[in-house]
């Protein structure tokens, strides 16, 4: 094939899908972001913190304009600035519990925008879309980005369920735990939903190519100790650190918040999650036999202590 033949055709592709997706337009789905806006969220969400000099290598955006940028982000509270602990003189960018939330509003919008314009196609059409989308991001992507391959979000509508029956699945199905286990998630996530307190709460849902794969939720035991509750990781999805990170992700928010200590109670054969509580910090304080969920169990108690750190 002639070099000029296919440029041209990657270039009149482009134009296509630019005009599909509608990313011309000033706002992107109905938001007050703009395109270049919205990649940066996107960026952050995708990364525990950034530098800006990498974004702009990034994404390809000029300093000034950027710096403009985030600007009028920390002007809305979307984004904090933290001094980097090897180098003071630069500064670690990150979404704010605002930001998160904008995000995973322009996340969904986008989702339901991207979804009807899908909704004409069949099936196998979508399918054959995926397999070909697929090859085309395997043949460029020659820079192997190191991106997160997961965003963390506050939780939506319908997260909520998805948490209570992967809960009830994967611990039939790793440890022969019966229904009771889930009919205790379902409560525990239903007290969650009816008192919700946003300034002293939070839920952190994992996503992986558009799919949930993973959970973590931090609420308001007393005005000093939160409990961390419900950390789950999809299986397909292991292997990544997301179970870290949403750890840290709680701890980080407990911290801001103002709690003195952070609680949480596990079983002993979770040896996975006791592990990424110990390289967290956190202490066992107590340990009880129990027979629940229909197995002889042995229940630890763990502990943070933010207060001494």
Known sequence: MEPGFCVEAVRRFSRFYTRRIGVLNEGLVGSEFSL?????????????????????????????????????????????????????????????????????????????????????????????LVAAMSEIETLLSAERETRVPYILRPHQPGDIGWVVQQHGRLYAQEYGWDDTFEAMVAEIAAKFIKEFDPKRERAWIAEKDGETVGCAFLVRQSDAVAKLRMLLVDP????????????????????????????????????????????AGFKKVGEERHHSFGHHLVGETWELDLASE
């Open 236 to 279: 397909k999805a292991r292997g990544l650190g997301i179970g870290k990170r949403l750890v840290e992700e709680c701890i980080k928010f407990a911290r801001l918040k103002g709690y003195g200590k952070i609680t949480l109670w596990t079983n002993d054969i979770l040896t996975a999650a006791r592990k990424i509580y110990i390289d």
């Open 36 to 128: 270049a806006e919205a990649r940066v969220l996107y960026e952050l969400a995708h990364r525990e913190q950034a530098l800006a000099k990498d974004l702009a290598e990034w994404l390809d955006l000029d300093p000034g304009y950027l710096s403009r940028m985030l600007k009028g982000f920390e002007a809305r509270d979307l984004i904090r600035r933290d001094p980097s602990k090897t180098d003071g003189r630069q500064q670690l960018l990150s979404l704010t519990d605002a930001g998160q939330r904008r995000f995973g509003e322009l996340n969904a919008r986008s989702r339901d925008d991207m979804a009807l314009m899908l909704s004409d196609l069949t099936p196998r059409q979508q399918q054959r």
